[in-house]
Antibody
Framework: QVQLVESGGGLVKPGGSLRLSCVGSGFSFSDYYMNWIRQSPGKGLEWLSYIGSTGSTTFYADSVKDRFTISRDNAKNSLDLQMSGLSADDTGIYYC?????????????????WGQGTLVTVSS | DIQMTQSPSSLSASLGDRVTITCRASQTILNYLSWYQQQPGKAPKLLIYSVSRLESGVPSRFSANESGTDFTLTISGLQPEDFATYYCQQTYSTPYTFGRGTKLDIK
């Protein structure tokens, strides 16, 4: 079945770095764009970063630009998020999400599914 | 950045009720609007995409519509599994902003 599994979360000190990973299975990973989304404790959802299916296109939220780097390895069905300069505001559950959009005879057809998330805690 | 103003932030309803959640975009987003459902302790799950198209497997009691930059999600005949938090998201332009969520609980 379709699955995304994140890893790499944990406790990190302010100013520290962390690398999150996400591995996909059960679908054609290289056909999908990928996103990282964060959910801070008791708060809503914040989109962080996007990478296109080939890895050639990336976008970032202003809150993480120049601190976070998204990358993917389609040969390994994997997605990474390298995070640096972490602060307490970066604490939260980090989800990877896969997406694909097609136009069919019946109209738009979007796929979208998320991993279970990995918890990042930034604290001294 | 496009702001997604979602209302209400919380909603109490009874089994069998019909409820409507609204998201207003601060500018045009064409049809790049999705709705997600999040159960406690779980990842969000796509319910509706491209304004009004139901994701495969989503019950037909869920429906959605739009009027300009106002988008609505309606649940007709609430079932126990529908009590959750709902989010809208625009993917017209980055940053792909979410609404702040609507927590639907049992009255």
């Amino acid at each position: 079945q379709v699955q995304l599994v994140e890893s790499g979360g944990g406790l990190v000190k302010p100013g520290g770095s962390l690398r999150l990973s996400c591995v996909g299975s059960g679908f054609s990973f290289s056909d999908y764009y990928m996103n990282w989304i964060r959910q801070s404790p008791g708060k809503g959802l914040e989109w962080l970063s996007y990478i296109g299916s080939t890895g050639s296109t990336t976008f970032y939220a202003d809150s993480v630009k120049d601190r976070f780097t998204i990358s993917r390895d389609n040969a390994k069905n994997s997605l990474d998020l390298q995070m640096s300069g972490l602060s307490a505001d970066d604490t939260g559950i980090y989800y990877c999400a896969a997406g694909r959009r097609r136009i069919t005879r019946d109209g738009p057809d979007w796929d979208d599914f998320w991993g279970q998330g990995t918890l990042v805690t930034v604290s001294s | 950045d496009i702001q997604m103003t979602q209302s209400p932030s919380s909603l109490s309803a009874s089994l069998g009720d019909r409820v409507t959640i609204t998201c207003r975009a601060s500018q045009t987003i064409l049809n790049y609007l999705s709705w997600y459902q999040q159960q406690p302790g779980k990842a969000p799950k796509l319910l509706i995409y491209s304004v009004s198209r139901l994701e495969s497997g989503v019950p037909s009691r869920f429906s959605a519509n739009e009027s300009g930059t106002d988008f609505t999600l309606t649940i007709s005949g609430l079932q126990p599994e529908d009590f959750a938090t709902y989010y809208c998201q625009q993917t017209y332009s980055t940053p792909y902003t979410f609404g702040r969520g609507t927590k639907l609980d049992i009255k």
